[in-house]
C-alpha cells in the first residue's frame, strides 16, 4: 500500500538510516530532464519501492534525499536506452508541472536539481579528477585538490510591472502562440536583486519602473532556477521590445488578458496578485 499523498511535508536528509534502508522508498529515476513516472495510478506518480532492481532498473548514480512524510526519498539517473517496466513512463518536468500533486512537485523540483548536478558535476573541473560525496553534506568532493561543488542555484527576477489599472506581459518569440507572462531574467555577478529588476525591464521592453517591493519565490528547476519575485510600477518610456528576448509586450487589463502560466507558477501568481490585490486597493 502507498503512503497517503496528502500533506506530504518534506524532511531533507543527507544520509539514510539503518531503518530507511531497508523499508520501501519512493525512488525519483531521471534520464536527462525526465522522470519515470506511473502512469497506471489516477495521476503519475514516482516510483515506490524497495529499491530499483525490483523493476529490473538499474541506476547510474544515487543520492538520498530525505524522507517525505516519514518515507525515505531517494534521487538517481538511469541509464541511456533503459527498459522500462510496463506501467511506467518517462515524462518532461514541464508536463509533470500541472499534473503531479503541489506538495510532490516540491520534492520532485528537488530530486531534478540535485540529478542535474550529480550528472554535470562527476569530475572536478580545477584537475579532472573524478568527484566523490561528501558524507555530511550535498556536496562532491575531488579526492586529489580538495576542490568542493555545491548544488548550482541561479537567481533569476520575476516581476509584475503595472500602470494604472494595466498589468504588463510580454512573450518569448518560441512561447506557444497566445501565450503571455510578466517579465524575469537572470541575476548578474555583483548585482542587487532590485538592480537585476531594473535592468532586465530596461533590457526587455526599454522602460523604467519605480516602487518595486518583494513579493515572493519558488524554485524552478530548468535547470535549476530559484525565481524570486517582485513586483514594481511603470515610472517612465514607452514599451520597445527586443526581439532577440521578447516577440510582443502590451499593457493589458483584467478583461482582456491574454493565454497565462499554469496556476502553480509564480508568474501566474503574479497575475492573481494583479487581479485579487492590486487592483481592489487602486479602486
Not at 500533506?7 to 538510516?17: C, E, V
Not at 531517494?74 to 508536463?95: C, D, I, T, W
Not at 526599454?206 to 517582485?230: A, D, T
Request: hydrophobic residues 40%; proline residues 9%.
Amino acid at each position: 500500500m502507498k503512503p497517503n499523498q496528502e500533506q506530504m511535508p518534506f524532511k531533507p536528509l543527507i544520509q539514510p538510516t539503518e531503518l530507511h534502508q531497508h523499508n520501501p522508498a519512493w525512488w525519483f529515476l531521471f534520464y536527462r530532464n525526465e522522470l519515470l513516472v506511473n502512469v497506471e495510478e489516477e495521476m503519475p506518480i514516482p516510483v515506490f519501492a524497495l529499491n530499483p532492481a525490483e523493476l529490473t532498473l538499474q541506476p547510474l548514480r544515487t543520492h538520498f534525499l530525505g524522507t517525505l512524510r516519514e518515507v525515505p526519498s531517494y534521487v538517481a539517473e538511469l541509464p541511456e536506452n533503459q527498459e522500462l517496466p510496463e506501467g511506467y513512463e518517462f515524462r518532461s518536468m514541464r508536463e509533470l508541472f500541472v499534473s503531479l500533486p503541489e506538495d510532490f512537485y516540491g520534492i520532485t523540483n528537488y530530486a531534478s536539481q540535485i540529478a542535474t548536478w550529480a550528472r554535470t558535476h562527476q569530475f572536478c573541473g580545477q584537475c579532472g579528477t573524478a568527484t566523490v560525496n561528501r558524507m555530511h553534506e550535498r556536496a562532491v568532493e575531488c579526492p586529489a585538490c580538495g576542490l568542493a561543488n555545491y548544488p548550482r542555484l541561479a537567481p533569476s527576477i520575476i516581476v509584475a510591472i503595472t500602470k494604472g489599472d494595466q498589468l504588463l506581459l510580454g512573450r518569448a518569440p518560441h512561447w506557444r502562440e497566445g501565450w503571455y507572462s510578466v517579465l524575469a531574467g537572470f541575476v548578474e555577478p555583483g548585482e542587487t536583486l532590485e538592480g537585476c529588476v531594473e535592468r532586465e525591464v530596461m533590457e526587455e521592453v526599454g522602460i523604467k519602473v519605480k516602487n518595486i517591493r518583494y513579493f515572493g519565490s519558488q524554485p524552478w528547476p530548468f535547470p535549476n532556477s530559484l525565481m524570486i519575485g517582485f513586483t514594481a510600477e511603470h515610472a517612465s518610456g514607452e514599451i520597445t521590445p527586443d526581439p532577440s528576448e521578447i516577440e510582443d509586450a502590451q499593457w493589458f487589463t483584467k478583461d482582456a488578458l491574454p493565454n497565462l502560466p499554469s496556476k502553480i507558477s509564480i508568474a501566474r501568481k503574479l497575475v492573481e496578485w494583479y487581479l485579487n490585490e492590486y487592483l481592489t486597493n487602486k479602486s
